[in-house]
């Protein structure tokens, strides 16, 4: 499928290729005017900087048309390419104390009999499904040894099979030959469908703080989800995280849930679930990134969500896409980069696997989220009726590796105190400067009312 296409709207053709698509998918019309600021690229054989820039300024227009709905005056949008593209890296810089790492000792690219094959064991169980699969202890010396009897396709399937996540490196053509990529071509990069009539559940916004009073029920993990709610935290909205009981990602935790409260519940549990449905009945969005059916299991399938709370707002997330023989994956950002081109893409002249140089599926496809959540609050203003949204990562990727390519630019300048707001942010790990926002809406101040904090602090309640 061919997302892209010329516009009219500012900035590189990259840019304005990416901005259209991604309103396309939205639902909306022409991007209306945007000015965007801030030299340098991020260096990648994709136009990663354009693609932070075009999500962040898709949920900027999202909201500046919701305003509009709301008070009849929609701000000007503003979007820094230089601060975007940083905010897909780090938005935090500790004063004092070190950010836990990113990965554990055994997550990484490994030379299989055949290939290449990423595995992700940040989670203790994904780690031990890996391990388990290959006889070896968690050093990297001895997964290397392991990994490199395997033909990488055998070794990615048997790792998922047993629980694990696991990748093997795919070039474009081979990913768009593929079952899944073939699959994931064929969807839309946000599929929309109706909703129950309900209320809107802005009663409390104000034209600068539009999402006031508004309660975001947030059922994500690393990473795409919780940049998603952190934006519209970011704007006034009330999110609720709920975590499993013995769930933590330490190295991505300072980062997400800012300006959330975190708690946790077990919706394994009939009397989670039970916690979980009252909850809902009084949230006004939800998202959510388990895979497909994933909450159908537990009793929480999209009708029962529309029916505890009429007029719900439900986006959700997936991996690998919501159709094909791997829609029930588990995938992140970093596998899916391996399984559709974009690490192999960079491979060219090197002689490992080569990323990107962000998570750039995962940033990306949570501004796409936020801003379907803010069209999803402009149509239930406009026709009383909720909506439910989808997307997927694989679906970013296709709409990265489908985008013009961008004129050479040099790497961005380093980043500085102007960089960052004014007074340090109290997290939970200790003070830190914040990185100011990507975004300006005119007289719409982006701004968090509480700092990161660790996940559990919280009740399950409203």
């Known amino acids: 499928m061919t997302d892209v296409a010329d516009t009219n709207a500012s900035g590189t053709p990259p840019f304005d290729a990416l901005l259209t698509a991604i309103r396309r998918a939205l639902g909306a019309g022409a991007a209306p005017p945007v000015v965007v600021t801030g030299a340098g690229a991020l260096p990648s054989v994709c136009p990663v900087s354009d693609l932070a820039a075009a999500s962040v300024a898709a949920a900027g227009l999202a909201l500046a048309e919701l305003v509009a709905a709301r008070f009849g005056s929609r701000p000007a949008v503003t979007v820094d390419r230089r601060l975007a593209a940083s905010w897909f890296a780090r938005s935090l810089i500790p004063q004092g104390w070190e950010l836990p790492p990113a990965w554990d000792a055994v997550a990484g690219d490994y030379r299989a009999a055949d290939g290449w ?55 474009a053509a081979a990913w768009a030959a593929h079952p899944q990529g073939a699959a994931v071509a064929r969807e839309p990069l946000v599929d929309w469908q109706d909703g129950e009539a309900g209320p809107d559940g802005l009663a409390g916004a104000r034209p600068e ?8 029920l947030d059922l994500t993990r690393v990473l795409a989800g919780p940049v998603a709610t952190r934006v519209l935290a970011g704007y006034g909205a009330t999110v609720l995280r709920l975590d499993p009981p013995d769930w933590d990602e330490p190295g991505v935790l300072p980062e997400t849930t800012l300006g959330k409260a975190c708690a946790r519940l077990d919706l394994k549990d009939p009397a989670g679930r039970a916690r979980f449905e009252a909850l809902l009945a009084g949230a006004d969005v939800l998202v959510h990134g388990y895979r497909p059916d994933a909450l159908a299991r537990l009793g929480l399938g999209a009708a029962a969500r529309a029916r505890l709370r009429p007029g719900l707002v439900d986006v959700g997330l997936d991996a690998y896409g919501w159709t094909g023989p791997w829609r029930e994956r588990r995938g992140f950002d970093s596998l899916v980069q391996m399984s559709c081109g974009l690490a192999e893409a960079g491979m060219r002249g090197a002689d490992r696997p080569v990323p990107l140089p962000v998570q750039a599926l995962d940033h990306a496809t949570g501004y796409v989220m936020a801003a379907a959540v803010l069209h999803g609050l402009a149509r239930r203003l406009a026709t009383g009726r909720g909506c439910a949204a989808r997307t997927a990562l694989a679906r970013t990727a296709a709409l990265l590796l489908a985008a013009p390519p961008a004129p050479p630019e040099p790497a961005p300048a380093p980043l500085g105190p102007d960089d960052c707001m004014d007074a340090p942010e109290p997290t939970a790990w200790g003070p830190a400067l914040r990185l100011r926002p990507p975004i300006v809406l005119a007289g719409v101040p982006m701004r968090w009312d509480r700092p990161a904090g660790r996940l559990g602090t919280a009740a399950p309640e409203w």
């Open 117 to 171: 094959i990423k595995l992700h064991t940040n989670a203790p169980h994904h780690r031990a499904a890996a391990l388990s699969v290959l006889g070896a202890a968690p050093e990297r010396a001895a997964v290397a040894e392991a990994v490199a009897r395997w033909r990488a396709d055998d070794l990615e399937a048997a790792i998922v099979t047993a629980g694990g996540c696991a990748a093997a490196m795919r070039s």
């Open 209 to 216: 703080r539009p999402l006031a009073g508004l309660r975001v």
